[in-house]
């Protein structure tokens, strides 16, 4: 292939890529250094560092940061345990195995904001959960910080769980047989099989599932828009639907775009320890 035809056929991916993320981080970068809101979007003011140091020193934002960190601890590692235990669950299963599939990968297929209003709608007060709660624990469930917060985070589990079990599952398809076989004959158990072959077989998805999970973690804001419904009163911000606050309802664009940029540098710091130990395992298996 010369380089005329390489080009042709590299081109039109650069220019979307330059067109939907370079221009617009562009933007996001000049934007974070002036005092922008919707009066004065021709003439912004320029402010240098203030939006950031005005961001850094924010109480409201590290309370979302904290929330967002929590969301991110107890999401992903147990959407990896659950999505790992199903899969394998759905290894052994034979029979009906295409509708089971189907049916636990429902969460992941629908919108997040009809999942969660749906989730939101099984704890109000006309429920099936809120009922259950009430009927077999006397429990009154109420909308709270505490129970708000839980409500995202499992919802939010519920989401990606089907995620992680379908990629796991994909991977243990290839699982080689004659391992497992040869393991059965030197009289390993189960334990042994799964230690010893099944998680490092499997180990470079799971550090995938991780990135992605991290990543959209990062990034919730769909489901604290409608489980929260915009009250205030729940202090249940995450950093992205707390950015969405400073930009939409208190009108300070250059804030908010140097709180995004802020926030890709923090999903870059955060994802290194994963972006080296897959760099490493691609090195090693060369």
């Given at each position: 292939m010369n380089d005329k035809t390489f080009f042709g056929f590299v081109s039109p991916s650069v220019i979307i890529m330059v067109l939907l993320m370079v221009i617009p981080l562009m933007t996001a970068v000049f934007l974070g250094f002036h005092f922008v809101t919707y009066s004065n979007l021709e003439s912004?003011?320029?402010?240098?560092?203030?939006?950031?140091?005005?961001?850094l020193t924010d109480p409201d934002f590290w309370a979302s940061f904290?929330?967002?960190?929590?969301?991110?601890?107890?999401?992903?590692?147990?959407?990896?345990?659950?999505g790992f235990g199903i899969a394998m669950l759905l290894d052994q299963v034979t029979a009906f195995r295409g509708f089971f599939i189907a049916a636990a990968l429902i969460p992941h297929i629908i919108t997040p904001v009809v999942g969660s209003l749906m989730f939101r709608t099984m704890f109000d007060r006309s429920g099936l959960y809120w009922y259950l709660l009430r009927a077999l624990f006397d429990y009154d469930f109420t909308m709270t910080t505490t129970t708000v917060r839980m409500l995202i985070i499992g919802q939010g589990i519920w989401q990606t769980t089907p995620f992680a079990m379908i990629t796991l599952f994909a991977g243990l398809q290839t699982l080689p047989k004659q391992l497992?076989?040869?393991?059965?004959?030197?009289?390993a158990n189960a334990f042994q099989k799964l230690w010893h072959?099944?998680?490092p077989h499997l180990r470079s998805l799971f550090l995938f599932?991780?990135?992605?999970?991290?990543?959209?973690?990062?990034r919730v804001l769909d489901q604290v828009l409608v489980i929260t419904k915009q009250n205030p009163l729940f202090r249940a911000d995450t950093v992205m639907y707390y950015n969405y606050k400073v930009a939409v309802m208190f009108s300070r664009l250059g804030k908010a775009n140097a709180m995004s940029i802020l926030t890709v540098f923090g999903i870059f710091i955060v994802l290194i320890p994963?972006?080296?130990?897959?760099?490493?395992?691609q090195m090693e298996s060369r």
């Open positions: 912004p003011q320029y402010v240098g560092l203030q939006n950031y140091t005005e961001m904290n929330f967002t960190f929590i969301y991110i601890v107890t999401v992903v590692p147990a959407s990896l345990v659950l497992m076989e040869a393991a059965t004959v030197d009289g072959i099944i998680l599932i991780s990135l992605m999970g991290v990543m959209d973690a990062y994963f972006l080296r130990i897959t760099y490493k395992q």
